[in-house]
Structures are given as structure tokens and as C-alpha cells.
């Protein structure tokens, strides 16, 4: 399949976005009365190799529709230049008309801009394609030409026929996804993720993502992938992230996990408002797992690491999940810093049948030890499972084993509710 590459803005101008004088706190600088920011839709070329010209021309007038209504008409400007389209709203406005007194209405301003240009798919016949968002605050004395200029030499591959098909199949996949999303089906199973240094009790229980249909789950993990080649995992993950936050309000003194992808851990506008919420709610934030899981390659090493201290600086922990496998190395166990790391399954798998392979096993929990707070070994199936991980020196174990009665039943009970609607709904 021919690879693409999808411009993704830098992040050290996130900070802006998130207060709102512009500026680091405990820098004394007059209050910023604007915002401006610039979305760019970055896979046009691909819907052009993947429906024709026409459609993407067709996408590009739909942005640019639902830019204009936005319904901040008043206090919003909206100025448009192909794929880029540049916001600037007027803070003290909006600040008085819709949110709490001393609230920074500046995350919650990127949030509805991002929601509003990609949440839905653009429709011509048949032809069906998610747009590609990504956003960046202007800061001040910035010109925006700046931010535009750099991200318009975008390199994509060629069009060739077995992408274009791929590229179909992945869309009709997104549709059955962001489908569930929108009609509020997206929900979660819990597994629990066990702490054996603390006698058996949960360190959290993560979250599976899941399609409600007719009273039951369906675990629908796999469909991740064919999303993070459609360049819309931060999209998904956003809405992950948010519902999950959204438990644990509703949990008091409940520790849940949720995965997101490689492509997603980078400090920037789609996690401006997440960012906000965590800073405003320390004990929140110290019941949250982010895991991030390497089945795509980060082209942002650096912004990885500063988005994983980013969350650890709110209270919340880390997991670098299915140490071993896909994109995964021992680098990432020495430069990320995570709290949590997980062993992939196929490491015990291997183990059950072969001396060596137990052998690999405990010097990988050994190794990860030295880098980690925490060590689970996932895929435990069965007691030889549960005793093969405790020999392999594994601080925690996870799953299928503990899933029946491991938890208390009130516990269950919630966890296994719907998210709340203004979570369902992104």
C-alpha cells in the first residue's frame, strides 16, 4: 500500500490555546482579547486519488459551508484560502455569552471548530470520506501566512489502484464507526488490570471499545487500524478520551484506562479542552490511564515525549501498551517514561511451550522494570498463564482469567452503563 504523509501541527503552540493571556503562567502580560486559529484539512489529495477531483472540490465546499456555520457570526470572522480556513473570535464575547465566569472559553472554542468541520463525512453519490482535521492557534505577532506556508508541501503517493481500494474499504469501515459514535452505540467493556503488589486489588480497569447492538458488545478494537490509515485516529480518540473523563466523574474513587493510538499522543488542538479539564480536576486526573498503543509510527517522537509529560504533569499515569509488538522498541521504554508498561500477549503465548521464550520473557519484564513503575503481562487465560507471567517477575497481570466476578458487582454494574450524552456525543 502506498504510504501518505499527513501534515501535523508542532506543538509548542498549544500553550496559547490553553490560556487565556497566551502566555505561561506566571508571566505578567495583558489579557489576549482574540483568538485566531487556523484549520487545515490535510487528505484532500487522497479523496482526489480516491473519488476524482470533483469530489474533493465537492469536500472543500462542504468545509468551507460548515465554517460559515459555525453560528458565531457576530463575533467570529472566517477568512478561507483552498484548504485552510482561519478562525478569529473575539474572547471577551464569548467568554460573558457562554461559559462560566472566569472560565478560558479558548479550548472550548478549537473544540467546536475541530468537531464541526470533521465530525460528519462528506457525501457525493456513493462516495463517502472523512476530512482530516488538524488545527493550530496563531500566536500573537504570528503571521498566519506563516502556518500556512509551512504546511502546503504535503507529499503524498501515488494513486495506485490497490490503494485506492484500500483507501474505500477503510472509509466504509470509518462510517460503521463514526456511525456508532454519532447515534450514541460506541461504548466500552472494563477489564481489569490487577496490581500484585497490592494483593490481587485492581491498579484500573481499561477500557474496551466496543458497538452496542441489541443489548450486547461487540469489542471492535480491530477497526482502529483502518481508522489510523485514514489519518482520523485523533478524532476517535477524542471522543475516547472525553467519555472516559466523563466516568470517572460519575465514579467517585474509580481508576479506569483508556488506549489511544501513537498518532494521536501529540500536544495539540484536538486535545486542548481534555488538557484544561484535567488541569482543573487534579483528582480526575490521577484516576486516568492514558495507553498508548504503537500500532501506527509517530513521525513526532519528540512531541510524544512532551505530550506523555504533559498528562503525567496533570496527576494522570501512562502505559505504553503491547511492549514488542508493531511499531514498539526498548527505546520508547527509555524515552517516554511511562509509568505503566504492558507485555503483549504473544510473549506468554510463546512462554507456555518453550523454556527460551520464558526465558526472553523474564529479561523483557526485567529490562521494563528498570524503566517503569509497573508491569502487566496481558493475555492471561489461564492459571499456568497467571503463574507463568508472576515467575517472569511482572508486578500485574490482565485477562480473560479475572473477567467473571473479579470485581464488585456495583462497580460493574455502572461501569457497564452507556457514557452520558454529552459524552456519546463527543
Known sequence: MTQHTTF????DLLPAACSRSGCEKGVDRPPQTTLSVIATVTNLRQMAQAYGDAFAAHALRILHERANALGFVDTCTVMRTGEHLLFSFDLRAHAQR?????VDPGPYLIDRILLSLGNEAVKAGDAHAYPAIVAEVVPSGTRP???IEKSVSLQFGQPFTQWRRQYQANTTTARRVFGALASGRLDFDFEPVYDLRTGGEPLYYEALLCERTDGQ???I???VAAIEQLGLARRLDHWVVRAIIARLRALPGVRLGCNISMQSAVPDAWWALAFATLEGAPELASRLTIEITETALSAQPEAVIGFVRKLQSFGCQVALDDIGTGFSCLQQLTSLDADVAKIDRSFLVAAREDDMAALRLGQLVGFARTCTNSVIIEGIESDEDARLACASGATGLQGHLFR???YGPDVARLLQLPGSHAARNG
Open 8 to 11: 501535523t501541527p508542532s506543538s
Open 98 to 102: 457562554l461559559l462560566p465566569s472566569g
Open 145 to 147: 501566512e506563516a502556518i
Open 217 to 219: 458488545l461487540r469489542h
Open 221 to 223: 478494537g480491530a477497526s
Open 404 to 406: 467473571s466476578g473479579a
